[in-house]
């Protein structure tokens, strides 16, 4: 069965830590992994890995794809309160209409 | 533009009430989507449409019934519907096979 795991499913730390989430998969055809930050409506798009050991980074965000041990990490560095969000990671397999099978996502708490 | 709009932004409804959501984009996006997504959980998939033909049908109850009358519009009708039919419903587009999908705000629907 397809799947998406990511851990942890919560975590509270103060302005200015550095946080790592995590992404494991187990997907037939893998194509991408994908990942959003939801907060109260739409996920908004952040990153979209294909290929393993390449970082992408945007501002204090940056995440990785390891396509050997099927796993990404997100990490934020310098956290602020408006960092605090639902982390939704996602992986595209499958045929050719980008099907998504989304991870129960991580909800993070930045406390000034 | 590189928004995908969703109309309205809330609906409440009888259970034998016969109301629509709509989806808009002008990305040219051939790929559109809709996702239900209960509180505290990742967006669940529901239909997929590809090149305006509906491609995958995620076990759908027949009262939720999609339509994709052009390339840019897609609409979700919905008739006797049940409580537990309350969600957000999420709609995206992408380019076909490419897993990054843009998400509308979504639509707020409670069955009463």
């Known amino acids: 069965e397809d799947k998406v795991v990511q851990s942890p499913l919560s975590l509270v730390v103060h302005e200015g830590d550095t946080v790592t989430l995590n992404c494991s998969y187990e997907?037939?055809?893998?194509?991408?992994l994908l990942w959003y930050k939801q907060e109260k409506k739409a996920p908004t798009f952040l990153f979209m890995l294909?290929?393993?050991?390449i970082e992408k980074k945007s501002g204090r965000l940056s995440s990785i794809l390891d396509k050997k041990e099927l796993f990404s990490i997100l990490n934020i560095t310098a956290t602020q309160t408006g960092d605090s969000a639902i982390y939704l990671c996602?992986?595209?397999?499958?045929?050719?209409?980008?099907?998504?099978?989304f991870g129960k996502g991580t909800k993070l708490s930045v406390k000034p | 533009d590189t928004e995908v709009t969703q109309t309205p932004k809330h609906l409440v409804m009888g259970m034998t009430n016969k109301k629509s959501l709509k989806c808009e984009q002008h990305?040219?996006?051939?790929?559109m989507y809709w996702y239900k997504q209960k509180a505290k959980k990742p967006p669940e998939l529901m239909f997929v449409?590809?090149?305006?033909?509906?491609?995958i049908n995620e076990s759908v109850p027949s009262r939720f019934s999609p339509e994709c009358p052009n390339s840019s519009l897609l609409n979700l009708h919905l008739h006797a519907l049940q409580p537990e039919d309350s969600a957000l419903y999420l709609c995206?587009?992408?380019?076909?096979?490419?897993?990054?999908?843009?998400f509308g705000p979504g639509t707020r629907l409670t069955v009463l």
């Open positions: 997907v037939t055809n893998f194509r991408s």
């Open positions: 294909t290929s393993s050991g």
């Open positions: 449409y590809s090149y305006e033909k509906l491609s």
């Open positions: 995206a587009s992408s380019q076909v096979g490419v897993g990054e999908q843009f």
């Open positions: 996602a992986v595209n397999y499958g045929g050719s209409q980008g099907n998504l099978i």
């Open positions: 990305m040219g996006h051939r790929a």
